[in-house]
């Protein structure tokens, strides 16, 4: 008898071409960009394994539950993709949100890691993604989720000076000391911002352990799932956040992942209960102050075993690297040109740091699936040989 | 002459010098007969290559880099081909020479009356050469191209090398040293009579053109590492005099070319010292794209810890670009106008980079010296006083 508030995230980066020194000061570009290129290819592969697929599905759900509702954020560069790759994905996303029951959330437009470096350089991103997704699909996202999840009470506050009404984050047992996390938390004062929490157990039960044979629960029907769900009470709010590409593309369609999930939602509101989204649930909330606080005052996020932000820094390749990056928005910036601040800023999306994720134990694993390099040390030599090429750049501008 | 490795399954200086020796040799009317412990199945037009392996394998490439080379090979071999030899068990490297030596052995004498002398490259060969020695009665050249001490100048080498080049030393009726800095270390650690040691240096082949190349990072002064990244080799100071040099020319742009054992724990250090976007590291670059970094480069530096010859630091010279080279180097010798450092002096280093870029009449006069001292840096002259050795062991 409980709540579910579906939140999927649509990504993709700029993966950097094969960039060497003799590439330095050639003009040549630092993205696979080419009609060829790999980001093309990428994209389409997972839009037809995926994004396509998968939207088709919850339209078709949206029409026959007009009760179905759930949230979705796109990354600036993911849409600046389907664009130029699969425009068909752009026109799937606005009959989505045509329906009224889909919710948009705010973000980074280059899912980038400002919040922790700079925030200023955050909120323009921020405000950048917020233009983007008012022009395609005519509203403006009122909660918040920040890259992979990524929260502190830092950000809590930067966000909350921005206007948001909610925001979404993981539920780490370091932080909440035993509480439930089906309740609605509270940011630490004085933001008073309220949090919703993921549910790890139920949510990766899909993204990560569904077609997993070694799993005792292995195969996951959709009964024992909403058998799972009804377990809670009708007040539990049960945050299933997971990566878009969950379905079709971690999860083949061979799994059945499609028709476990169309049969979830409709035995889910067969049972009576309902779906959510994140400003449904703030609608609903009635006193903030009564909340519980979520504290934290180091940054977690939602990735690997320890929730931490040691998948894009901690190693110094990838602490030197962002050091680099960030140290050089003011020169930047007050060059006013706009095909270097682009490029700057396409750089400063994480997954160029994931790569070069050293983290060796079951993660590493996960990494590797992920990155377009052999190694973390490629993937540093080539981002650092073009963060040469764009201080080359820059030094030219300001002559 | 008894071998190891050859273009292109080369894993560095040994093989480029076989072959840049065995042309000018045969130039000057040399008949000779090249083993090599892998199936060689190229032709050479100036001698007579002979495979020395057992019956049971087919290898393509040498058996082990002798000198722990990472090395991407261009043919398709199979990865047991390609061992390191420092991974090998002591025993299988004693076993692999060991095969060798009888194989050569057995080739040798097919052909007793084929040749006058045995002329044996480093010490992979010296087991094959000593034998041809002992039952054939052939006079033994062997020719120090490196020893243990310079690979691992930490003094922990192997015991099992550096006794075979001990004993093949002991035995040879000459010794050919690359240069006089070798000769040292063989007179002081290996204990060789002076009077056995002849010094020649390697020759090095002519440059072609490379044509129209872009100049890439025009706009900075570039200064380039080539090597292995070995302790051998010095990169490690390499890093601390970027970050020295970088102190006073903040856009000089330092590039690192190489692979080795230590090629992880440079990028950690780099980035640990903040130099990620001012230190590059290509990885190993060869042929077109290793001539276009050498000839690009403002300034050539190598800090070797210990250089029996250091043939790069010629190659960087032959393209125009001065050289700082490691007063541990045997191409000091030859390249007498370029500066010369101790590998550890940093400040030196440093002072020399400066000049080098800033001081244009110096720069100059150092490349015009560079470009004298290499007229004399042939293989031919090499070859001519190789064949002077040969006529000694011959007559005696």
Not at chain 1, 211 to 227: D, F, I, R
Not at chain 2, 98 to 124: C, E, F, I, P, T
Not at chain 2, 327 to 353: C, H, Y
Request: charged share 20%; hydrophobic share 40%.
């Amino acid at each position: 008898m409980a709540r579910i508030c579906f939140y999927f995230q649509l990504h993709q980066p700029y993966r950097l071409r094969d960039y060497t020194v003799f590439d330095l000061g050639q003009k040549s570009s630092y993205f696979e960009e080419a009609d060829t290129d790999l980001n093309r290819q990428i994209f389409r592969k997972v839009a037809h394994k995926s994004y396509l697929p998968m939207l088709g599905l919850l339209l078709e759900l949206t029409k026959t539950h007009p009760e179905f509702v759930f949230s979705l954020s796109c990354s600036g560069i993911f849409l600046e993709q389907a664009q130029s790759y699969e425009p068909g994905v752009i026109a799937l996303l606005q009959d989505l949100v045509e329906t009224g029951q889909v919710e948009l959330l705010a973000e980074t437009y280059y899912h980038s890691l400002a919040s922790l470096y700079s925030p200023a350089e955050f909120r323009s991103q921020v405000l950048q993604h917020e233009r983007l997704v008012e022009t395609l699909f005519g509203i403006k996202p009122s909660i918040f989720r920040n890259t992979e999840l990524i929260y502190s009470n830092q950000i809590a506050t930067l966000v909350t000076e921005m206007g948001y009404e909610a925001m979404l984050t993981e539920a780490v047992d370091r932080c909440l000391h035993g509480r439930s996390r089906t309740q609605v938390f509270s940011s630490s004062r004085p933001a008073n911002l309220p949090l919703l929490l993921k549910h790890a157990q139920l949510s990766d039960d899909i993204a990560f352990r569904f077609s997993n044979k070694q799993w005792e629960e292995h195969p996951l029907t959709a009964e024992k799932y909403v058998h799972w769900v009804d377990s809670y009470w009708e007040n539990d709010l049960l945050n299933l956040f997971m990566d878009f590409e969950t379905f079709g593309e971690h999860q083949w369609s061979d799994t059945g992942i499609f028709d476990f999930f169309r049969h979830m939602v409709s035995k889910h509101l067969e049972n009576k209960n309902s779906f959510v989204r994140p400003s449904d649930v703030i609608e609903n909330l009635e006193l903030y102050a009564e909340l519980p606080i979520y504290d934290v005052p180091d940054p977690i996020s939602w990735a690997d075993i320890d929730r931490d932000l040691t998948a894009w820094r901690g190693n110094t390749l990838q602490d030197d690297s962002l050091r680099l990056i960030y140290s050089l928005e003011e020169k930047i910036l007050s060059t006013q040109d706009e095909a270097l601040i682009t490029d700057w800023r396409r750089l400063q999306t994480s997954d160029h740091f994931y790569y070069m994720c050293v983290k060796w134990a079951a993660d590493g694993d996960v990494h590797k699936y992920f990155s377009p390099y052999d190694s973390p040390f490629a993937a540093y030599n080539r981002f650092t040989t073009i963060v040469a090429d764009l201080q080359d750049r820059l030094a030219e501008v300001k002559i | 002459m008894v071998g190891w490795e050859y273009p292109p399954h080369n894993s560095g200086g040994l093989g480029v010098a076989c072959e840049g020796m065995t042309q000018a040799l045969a130039e000057q009317s040399t008949q000779i007969y090249f083993t090599l412990p892998y199936r060689f199945s190229q032709k050479l037009g100036h001698m007579k290559v002979i495979t020395c392996q057992t019956t049971s394998e087919f290898l393509e490439a040498p058996p082990f880099h002798a000198y722990s080379q990472v090395l991407p090979c261009q043919r398709k071999l199979t990865s047991a081909d390609l061992e390191d030899f420092s991974n090998l068990p002591q025993s299988e490297i004693e076993q692999r020479v060991n095969q060798y030596a009888s194989q050569v052995l057995s080739q040798g004498q097919k052909l007793r009356n084929g040749y006058d002398l045995v002329h044996a490259h480093d010490w992979m060969s010296f087991p094959a050469a000593m034998k041809l020695q002992q039952k054939l009665h052939k006079p033994f050249i062997a020719h120090v191209h490196s020893t243990e001490f310079d690979r691992i100048p930490s003094g922990h080498g192997s015991h099992y090398i550096a006794h075979t080049e001990y004993m093949g030393l002991r035995q040879a009726d000459k010794v050919i040293a690359v240069s006089h800095f070798t000769k040292k270390i063989l007179m002081e650690k290996y204990f060789v009579d002076e009077k056995k040691i002849e010094v020649i240096h390697n020759g090095v082949s002519p440059v072609a053109s490379l044509g129209e190349v872009p100049r890439f990072a025009s706009r900075r002064p570039v200064i380039v590492f080539m090597g292995r990244l070995t302790a051998q080799k010095g990169a490690e100071y390499f890093l601390q005099l970027a970050k020295a040099v970088l102190r006073s020319i903040p856009d000089a742009l330092f590039v690192v070319a190489g692979s080795g054992d230590q090629y992880h724990s440079l990028l950690f250090k780099n980035a640990d010292q903040q130099l990620s976007a001012s230190v590059l590291f290509t990885g190993f670059l060869r042929d077109h794209q290793k001539d276009v970094l050498l000839s690009r480069a403002d300034v050539f530096v190598m800090p070797s810890l210990s250089e029996p010859f250091g043939l790069v630091a010629l190659e960087a010279a032959q393209r125009g670009t001065p050289v700082i080279v490691s007063k541990n180097s045997g191409v000091r010798e030859i390249l007498k106008s370029a500066p010369e450092a101790d590998f550890w002096d940093i400040e030196v280093m440093t002072n020399q980079i400066k000049s080098l870029l800033q001081d244009q009449n110096y720069r100059q006069q150092v490349i015009e010296g560079q470009n004298h001292d290499l007229e004399n840096s042939t293989w031919g002259n090499a070859a001519t006083q190789i064949k002077k050795v040969y006529d000694q062991v011959k007559k005696s």
